[in-house]
C-alpha cells in the first residue's frame, strides 16, 4: 500500500527558532499534499495545499510567511515553522493524494503520515 | 465550504456491544468519505472509505454507509472491543480536494 513518512516525528525547539518537517510519499508519486494541524483534543485542520513546481496555497488566517511550504518534487514536501512560538506547538500532519490506476475525480485517496509532534518552549 | 458534524462527542459502552458512530456533512457534492481512527498522541490510520458512488463499505467488524442525499454517513461497529477505544474521525473530499474533517467522537469501551 501507499506509505507515506513524516521526519521528525517529535521536535521540541525554542521560542524563536525554525523547525522544518518534511513529508515523503515512500511508493507513489504525489502531484499534491496537504498539511493538517491539529491542537489538543481537537480535529485536523487544513493549513496549505502543496502542488509539486508550484506556490503552496494557504488557508485563511494561516501565515504563508511563518510556514513555509516547499514542494520540490514529487515525493517531497516540506514545512518550515520559522520563529517559532509557543501557540505554534501542535500536531502537524502531512498527506499525499494519490490517484488509483483506474483513474477518475471520485477515486482519488489521500494518505497521511504519522505526524509530527512540534513543542515550542 | 463544507462543514463536517459528528455525534456524539463522546461514547462509553460495554464490550461486545454493537454501536453507531454518526457524521453530517453540509455540502453533497462530495467526491468520496472516509473513516479514520486516532489513538492518543498518535496519527491517522484509514479504517474505510466510501465513493460518491458507493452507499457502503465493510471491512471485518466495520460497516461504513454514505447517503448523499441527506448528508449522512454512519460507522458501525460490531461487537466492540477495548482495543477499539481511540477517537474516530470522518472526513469529507469535495472539489477541493482537501479533507474537512469532523470533530471526532471518542469511544470508550468497557471490559
Known amino acids: 500500500g501507499a506509505v507515506v513518512s513524516q521526519h521528525p516525528s517529535r521536535v521540541i525547539c525554542k521560542s524563536g527558532t525554525s523547525v522544518k518537517i518534511e513529508c515523503r510519499s515512500l511508493d507513489f508519486q504525489a502531484t499534491t499534499m496537504f498539511w493538517y494541524r491539529q491542537f489538543p483534543k481537537q480535529s485536523l485542520m487544513l493549513m496549505a495545499t502543496?502542488?509539486?513546481?508550484?506556490?503552496?496555497?494557504?488557508e485563511q488566517g494561516v501565515e504563508k510567511d511563518k510556514f513555509l511550504i516547499n514542494h520540490a518534487s514529487l515525493t517531497l514536501s516540506t514545512l518550515t515553522v520559522t520563529s517559532a512560538h509557543p501557540e505554534d506547538s501542535s500536531f502537524y500532519i502531512c498527506?499525499?493524494?494519490?490517484?488509483?490506476?483506474?483513474?477518475?475525480?471520485?477515486?482519488?485517496?489521500?494518505?497521511f503520515g504519522p505526524g509530527t509532534r512540534l513543542t515550542v518552549l | 465550504k463544507q462543514e463536517v458534524t459528528q455525534i456524539p462527542a463522546a461514547l462509553s459502552v460495554p464490550e461486545g456491544e454493537n454501536l453507531v458512530l454518526n457524521c453530517s456533512f453540509t455540502d453533497s457534492a462530495i467526491y468520496n468519505l472516509q473513516w479514520f481512527r486516532q489513538d492518543p498522541g498518535k496519527g491517522l490510520t484509514s479504517l474505510l472509505l466510501i465513493q460518491s458512488s458507493q452507499r457502503e463499505q465493510t471491512s471485518g467488524r466495520l460497516n461504513a454507509s454514505l447517503d448523499k442525499s441527506s448528508g449522512r454517513s454512519t460507522l458501525y461497529i460490531a461487537a466492540s472491543q477495548p482495543g477499539d477505544s481511540a477517537t474516530y474521525l470522518c472526513a469529507g473530499n469535495t472539489g477541493r480536494r482537501a479533507l474537512t474533517f469532523g470533530s471526532g467522537t471518542r469511544l470508550q469501551v468497557q471490559p
Open positions: 502543496s502542488n509539486e513546481g508550484s506556490k503552496a496555497t494557504y
Open positions: 498527506s499525499a493524494r494519490a490517484r488509483n490506476l483506474r483513474g477518475g475525480i471520485g477515486s482519488d485517496t489521500q494518505y
